[in-house]
C-alpha cells in the first residue's frame, strides 16, 4: 500500500521561533487549517509523494536531495513539531485528537531519520532507486493524455543528474552492505531507463517532447551508469559504516511508527512463543501429511507442487472468485466494490527484490483507478534450477496466502475502504503494523474461518493441509523478520548469524535468507507483520469480550477498516475506549 511515513522537505512555512499554546476553544479549527497547510508543504517538497497520491500539479518537480535542503528540512520539521504540540489534545474530539498525535509522531520519526538514522548519509540506493520512483509514479497510470504524461517525465528528468552530484556530496562512510546492495540495483535501474520508461510512452506523438525525452532520459541514463561506476571504483572502498540503529534509535522508532513501547526484550519473547506454536503446528500437520518424512522434507515437497511459469497468473486470477464468494457467504468484511484488480507482471525494474505485490491508485487519484496486482514470473533464459527455486514461492500454499495477503481481503480490501478513512491524515499517514499486519492477520484468520478447505479453495483434504503448511510458512517467515531485525540492530547478531536463523527458525531457503537479511539491515523494524497481526488478534479477543453476543466478525472487521491506517493503539482507544496494553 502507499502511504506516507518518509523523509519530507518543508519549505516557506512563517512561524514563531516558539510557537505558543492555542487556546482551547480554537484548538480544533487551528488544528484543521494548520494540518492543511503542513500538507501543502508536504507535496510541494515531495512532489513525487504528490504524484504518487495522485495530485498532479506536482508531477514536473522533483526533490532536493541537497545536504542543505536536509537541513532546512530539520529546521521546518522543529518548527511544525512545536505548532502541533502548542495545540491541546483537550480541545480536540477523540479522533481528531488521535489524528494530532499521529501527526506528531510522523514529524518525530522523520527527524529520528533525518538526524540520527541519517540514511541521506548511508545508503547510496537512496538516490538511484529515489529517482526512479519518480518517474515510474508517472509512467505507471494513465491519468492523463500520454503526451502530457511524457512532457512531465521530461520536467522531472531534467532534473535527476543533479540527484548524484549531491549523492557524491552527502554519501559519508555507507555500511558495505548497503553500497553492495545499490551496485546490485544499479544495472537494472540503468536498463528500466533504457527499455521501460521509453515503452511507457511509445504511443506519444508530440515530436518535440518526443525529441527533448531522448535527451533528458539519455542524460539519465548516462548519470546512472557514471554513479555505478564511481560507486565501485570510490565508494565501495571506503564503505566502511554501520548499518546498525542501536537499542535508543530502534525503540523510538517503534514509539513513532507504530505507538508501540514494549520493551525489546518482551517483544522477542513474545514473538518466539508465536514462533514456536506456528513451529509446533507445522511439524503436527506436515506428520498428517506424510508420517514417514520430516516436516522439512514435506516442506520440499511442498516447494514442487506449483502451476506452471505460465499459468500462474491465472492461478491468482482465480483465486479471486473463491476468496470473494467465501468473504460473502461466511460474512468475513463488507466489501464496498465488486470492481477487481488487474493482474499483470510486475514491472521490470522492481523483480529482482519483489515476489507479488499490490499497487493501488493514491487516495486523491480520480482519472486511473485501477489497482494492479503484480506478480513476478520467471524470466526467459534462466535456468531449470533458478526457476524452481522462483516457482517455490507460489506453490499451493503460498498461492493462497499471497492472493489473501495482497488481495481478498488484504491490502486491495484497504484500498476499497479507503474513501471512509475519517480523515485526509487517516489516508495519508500510516502504521505499518496496521497495513501489513492486517494482510498478515487475514493470512491465518481466512484459513481458522474455513477458507482453504475442500468446497472452499482446496481440492482435497491433503491440498488443505498443503495449504495451511503454506500459510505456516509465511506465518515463520515473518517470525524470523521480528527476531532479526531486532537482534541484528540491537544486539550484535551478524549477518551470517540471521540468514542462518531464516533458514533454522524460519523455514526458508539460503537464497531467500539472504535476501531477507540483507532487507533488514535498512528495514530494521520489519518486524511489524507479525507485530500488527499479533496486535490485532488481541484487539479481536479484547473487543468480543466487550461486545458479548452482540459481536459479529464482519462487525469487528468493518469498524477496523473505517479507522483507516491508524496504529492499532489509536484503534484499540476508538473501539474499546481504553488505554490497555496493544500485545
Request: charged share 25%; proline share 5%; hydrophobic share 40%.
Amino acid at each position: 500500500m502507499k502511504f506516507f511515513l518518509g523523509a519530507v522537505l518543508l519549505s516557506g512555512v512563517v512561524m514563531t521561533a516558539s510557537a505558543q499554546r492555542v487556546n482551547i476553544d480554537g484548538a480544533a479549527q487551528t488544528f484543521s487549517v494548520w494540518s492543511e497547510q503542513y500538507f501543502d508543504e508536504l507535496f510541494h517538497a515531495q512532489p513525487s509523494y504528490g504524484t504518487s497520491v495522485g495530485l498532479h500539479e506536482y508531477d514536473t518537480m522533483l526533490e532536493d536531495y541537497s545536504a542543505a535542503a536536509v537541513q532546512k528540512q530539520v529546521v521546518k520539521l522543529h518548527e511544525w513539531e512545536k505548532k502541533f504540540e502548542s495545540i491541546p489534545a483537550e480541545g480536540l474530539d477523540r479522533d481528531v485528537a488521535a489524528d494530532r498525535e499521529i501527526l506528531l509522531n510522523s514529524i518525530r520519526s522523520q527527524l529520528l531519520s533525518l538526524e540520527t538514522i541519517r540514511m541521506w548519509e548511508k545508503n547510496p540506493d537512496n538516490y538511484s532507486s529515489g529517482i526512479t520512483g519518480s518517474v515510474f509514479v508517472i509512467m505507471s497510470r494513465n491519468y492523463a493524455p500520454v503526451n502530457t504524461r511524457l512532457r512531465a517525465a521530461v520536467e522531472r528528468e531534467k532534473l535527476m543528474p543533479q540527484v548524484f552530484v549531491e549523492a557524491r556530496k552527502n554519501l559519508k562512510n555507507p555500511p558495505k552492505i548497503y553500497t553492495e546492495i545499490a551496485l546490485e540495483q544499479i544495472d537494472g535501474l540503468v536498463s528500466f531507463f533504457q527499455n521501460d520508461v521509453p515503452t511507457a510512452f511509445k504511443d506519444a506523438t508530440d515530436a518535440q517532447t518526443k525529441a527533448d525525452f531522448a535527451k533528458s532520459n539519455s542524460a539519465v541514463i548516462e548519470a546512472l551508469k557514471s554513479y555505478g561506476a564511481w560507486m565501485k571504483s570510490d565508494l565501495l572502498p571506503r564503505s566502511n559504516g554501520d548499518f546498525r540503529f542501536g537499542a535508543d534509535t530502534y525503540r523510538k522508532k517503534l514509539q513513532y511508527d507504530e505507538m508501540v513501547d514494549t520493551p525489546l526484550d518482551r517483544l522477542i519473547e513474545i514473538d518466539t512463543a508465536n514462533m514456536r506454536v506456528n513451529q509446533a503446528e507445522f511439524a503436527r500437520i506436515a506428520h498428517e501429511v506424510d508420517p514417514n518424512k520430516s516436516p522439512l522434507d514435506v516442506l520440499a515437497e511442498l516447494a514442487t507442487i506449483h502451476p506452471a511459469p505460465d499459468k500462474l497468473l491465472d492461478a491468482f486470477r482465480d483465486s479471486f472468485n473463491g476468496q470473494i464468494a467465501f468473504i460473502k457467504a461466511h460474512k468475513i468484511i463488507t466489501l464496498p466494490s465488486d470492481v477487481r484488480p488487474v493482474l499483470e507482471e510486475t514491472p521490470p525494474f522492481m523483480r529482482a527484490t519483489t515476489q507479488a505485490s499490490m499497487d493501488p491508485p493514491g487516495p486523491f487519484e480520480t482519472h486511473s483507478t485501477t489497482a494492479f496486482f503484480n506478480v513476478t514470473l520467471p524470466e526467459p533464459g534462466w535456468s531449470k534450477e533458478r526457476v524452481a527455486e522462483h516457482m517455490a514461492a507460489f506453490n499451493v500454499g503460498t498461492i493462497v496466502s499471497t492472493s489473501v495477503h495482497e488481495a481478498y481481503p488484504g491490502h486491495y480490501t484497504q484500498f476499497l475502504w479507503q474513501n471512509q478513512f475519517p480523515s485526509k491524515i487517516r489516508k495519508l499517514v500510516g502504521a505499518n503494523s496496521n497495513i501489513e499486519g492486517w494482510a498478515h492477520y487475514c493470512e491465518q484468520m481466512m484459513l481458522d474461518e474455513g477458507y482453504g478447505q475442500p468446497g472452499f479453495g482446496a481440492k482435497d483434504e491433503r491440498e488443505a493441509k498443503l495449504i495451511r503448511l503454506g500459510q505456516l510458512q509465511d506465518a515463520l517467515l515473518r517470525n524470523a523478520r521480528f527476531v532479526v531485525g531486532i537482534k541484528m540492530h540491537t544486539a550484535g547478531m551478524t549477518t551470517e548469524e540471521a540468514e542462518a536463523f531464516f533458514v533454522k527458525e524460519g523455514y526458508q531457503s539460503p537464497s531467500i535468507a539472504k535476501m531477507e537479511t540483507k532487507r533488514g539491515t535498512s528495514d530494521a523494524t520489519y518486524l511489524y507483520y507479525t507485530l500488527g497481526k499479533l496486535q490485532i488478534l488481541k484487539l479481536r479477543e479484547d473487543v468480543k469480550k466487550k461486545r458479548g453476543t452482540a459481536f459479529t466478525l464482519q462487525g469487528f472487521h468493518d469498524d477496523l477498516m473505517r479507522q483507516g491506517f491508524a496504529p492499532i493503539k489509536v484503534i484499540r482507544k476508538a473501539m474499546l475506549n481504553d488505554d490497555s496494553p496493544v500485545l
